[in-house]
């Protein structure tokens, strides 16, 4: 319908020798792919209040309708996108179709769980799972013969305790890792591994856990990499199972073309974009590629450091970075366009508190026992 009429009002102001009387209407229209808009028509009228006085002058007229109508167009205007935004901010499939969702996750195992076996090992696959978790987050590399490994690093010093990069190393003469490793996001926290100290194959963790959603991150910038990740990814049938990106754009835009039927994650800029979308009001109308939203809480950041360690500059950008960043409305808008929302990467039970109240889908640890254990005794559902 071309110009459905919602409601009308009218408003008078009386001066000493003339009246003026405003008949104010507002107008919605519904344009193609139920677009709304809205506009404010404004019809003025001058009437006589003192019979003495018959006219007023035409240029004054003039004046007073072309600055008042300019004014009531701009008010009109921005009323109307502010109420469309706010509506398509809560009934954003009123605009979208919802994407469809072929898994959820709310309890995500980072490299893992890296807290509680040696990361990116079999065996803390395979720990993670028994236990139950939604989703195994890996970091893929490539070797010198072609191989994906699991591996965060792309130099094994940190891991393995030996300065050469997996790119240059065919997979037969890859180190085993170090018996005890830290664990990036916990304080002063060491993991001791077991007897698999062993970088595994993609095609091995696709192979042991058949129907278990896997996130990977594609670590550096490869073409043949990305479409090894594919193939395998094809091979196994896990398009509906898997999904795949980096913090570049550039990756992610590689592993979109490469497959577009496997899901992808927001890289970094597009995470700024995406809060600039959503602040000016904009993202309501914009379309979104990407499936996952993966961010860090970004208050996580004291925790990690001595507390004299940052600046109050370095303290304030954390507490902004936080503040725009953990925003429960955002996080609402996109689940309801069907995107799942992960939070990084968490240890504390505070923080898992904070995720979920947040709206947050999932939350990636590096304790999965720990969280497992804080949403059952809080009656959290596990969704798959």
């Known amino acids: 319908m071309r110009a459905l009429l919602t409601g009308w009002s009218v408003f008078s102001q009386l001066c000493a020798a003339d009246s003026r009387i405003w008949i104010l209407i507002w107008v919605s229209e519904a344009g193609p792919a139920q677009q709304f808009t809205s506009r404010v028509l404004i019809f003025p009228f001058r009437g006589v209040l003192n019979r003495n006085r018959t006219t007023t002058k035409t240029s004054e007229v003039k004046v007073d309708s072309v600055g ?36 959820l996750c709310k309890h995500i195992s980072h490299r ?11 065996a803390a696959f395979r720990h993670a799972v028994n236990i ?48 005890k490793l830290g664990v990036t996001f916990q304080k002063e926290c060491f993991c001791e591994g077991g007897e698999d100290k062993r970088i595994p194959l ?27 990740v594919s193939e395998l990814i094809i091979k196994y049938d896990r398009q509906h199972l898997t999904v795949w990106g980096n913090s570049s754009n ?6 979109y073309k490469e497959n577009p039927q496997i899901p992808v994650l927001f890289s970094f800029p597009r995470v700024l974009q995406l809060l600039a979308l959503f602040y000016s009001g904009l993202l309501p109308f914009v379309p979104i590629k990407e499936q996952f939203l993966e961010i860090p809480m970004p208050s996580i950041i004291t925790k990690l450091k001595e507390p004299n360690s940052l600046t109050k500059t370095q303290r304030f950008t954390i507490w902004l970075a936080d503040t725009l960043l953990m925003r429960k409305a ?8 069907g995107l799942q929302v992960y939070i990084w990467v968490l240890n ?3 923080d898992f508190q904070r995720a979920f109240d947040l709206g947050a889908t999932g939350v990636m640890t590096d304790f999965p026992t720990k969280l497992k254990d804080f949403m059952d005794r809080n009656g959290i559902s596990k969704l798959q």
């Not at 893992?112 to 079999?122: I, P, V, Y």
């Not at 690093?153 to 018996?179: F, K, S, T, W």
């Open 68 to 103: 008042m109508c300019a004014a009531v167009y701009v008010l009109s205007t921005v009323t109307g996108y502010v109420l469309t935004s706010a509506l398509l901010l809560k009934c954003p499939t009123l605009l979208h179709r919802k994407k469809r969702e072929t898994f």
């Open 112 to 122: 893992g769980g890296a807290g509680e076996n040696l990361e990116n090992t079999m």
């Open 132 to 179: 139950g978790t939604d989703m195994l987050e890996l970091d893929c590399h490539l070797t010198r013969d072609e191989q994906v490994v699991v591996s965060h690093d792309a130099n094994l010093r940190r891991v393995c305790g030996v300065n050469a990069e997996i790119a240059n190393m065919a997979y037969a003469e890859l180190p085993p890792y170090l018996c």
């Open 202 to 228: 993609l095609r091995d963790v696709f192979d042991a856990f058949p129907n278990t959603p896997v996130n990977v991150d594609i670590k550096v910038n490869n073409d043949k990499l990305i479409k090894k």
């Open 250 to 255: 550039q990756v992610v835009k590689k592993c």
């Open 330 to 337: 955002l996080f609402q808008h996109l689940t309801a366009r």
């Open 348 to 350: 504390d039970e505070e």
